[in-house]
């Protein structure tokens, strides 16, 4: 059964560093999300994309992050400049153009910020 | 702002037993829910749907019910079974045929005793 992909699923950097979350959605999708989880809140939604560039982005979603699909395959979530408070599980979701409205997620990528 | 809520954190029911965990939401806008199921270390996987124009929907022992008028949604698992114990979510969204975001509630931790 096809799947998201997300690398690495834990990344440990200095605060200040840029951090760069790789993602790989379901092959026939075309919208794309970044999520995240701080420990023991409530995931909250961060920026969706679709044809190339942003649709929504949250307030959380700042200058400091940028979303990219480089390729055909991966999508991509950038933090330039991190800080402790973007410690998190950060999930990637995509979902497909049959006007179905489910999102399926990754397992998620663990950034610890030091 | 607390738009979708579960306001059980957690729940114990016996294995066999009905589990049913509930959600509120304040948003009218929201036409369509979603119940994600989430372990430990993985991402959110997606378990049933139901669009605003049902107040139903099964799949084997997973049922969903939408009360519109209460804001008010459950899932109910029956029977329930020890692989069932993980955290259950809650999310909604205001449809439009894809790149929509989800918003979640802050989850159910349901345990299944065997």
């Known amino acids: 059964e096809p799947e998201v992909t997300q690398t690495p699923s834990h990344q440990v950097t200095q605060m200040g560093q840029e951090v760069i979350l790789r993602c790989v959605p379901i092959?026939?999708?075309?919208?794309f999300y970044w999520y995240r989880q701080i420990l023991g809140q409530k995931v909250e939604f961060l920026v969706s994309f679709y044809n190339n560039e942003i649709s929504e982005k949250s307030e959380i979603f700042d200058d400091q992050f940028s979303v990219e699909r480089p390729d055909g395959s991966n999508f991509t979530l950038k933090i330039r400049s991190t800080k402790l408070e973007d410690s998190a599980m950060y999930f990637c979701a995509s979902s497909d153009d049959r006007g179905s409205d489910t999102q399926y997620f990754g397992p998620g990528t663990r950034l610890t910020v030091l | 702002d607390q738009q979708v809520k579960q306001n059980s954190p957690s729940l114990s029911v016996q294995e066999g037993r009905i589990s049913i965990l509930n959600c509120d939401y304040t948003?009218?806008?929201?036409?369509?829910f979603l119940w994600y199921k989430k372990y430990p270390a993985e991402g959110p996987t997606f378990l049933i749907s139901i669009s605003s124009i049902k107040d139903k929907n099964e799949d084997g022992r997973f049922t969903v019910f939408l009360n519109k008028s209460a804001k008010h949604l459950s899932l109910h698992i029956v029977p329930s079974q020890p692989g069932d114990s993980a955290v259950y979510f809650c999310?909604?969204?205001?449809?439009?045929?894809?790149?929509?975001?989800?918003?979640f509630g802050t989850g159910t931790r349901l345990t299944i005793i065997p």
């Open positions: 948003n009218s806008m929201f036409d369509y």
């Open positions: 092959s026939n999708h075309l919208y």
């Open positions: 999310a909604a969204i205001v449809s439009n045929f894809g790149n929509e975001k989800l918003t």
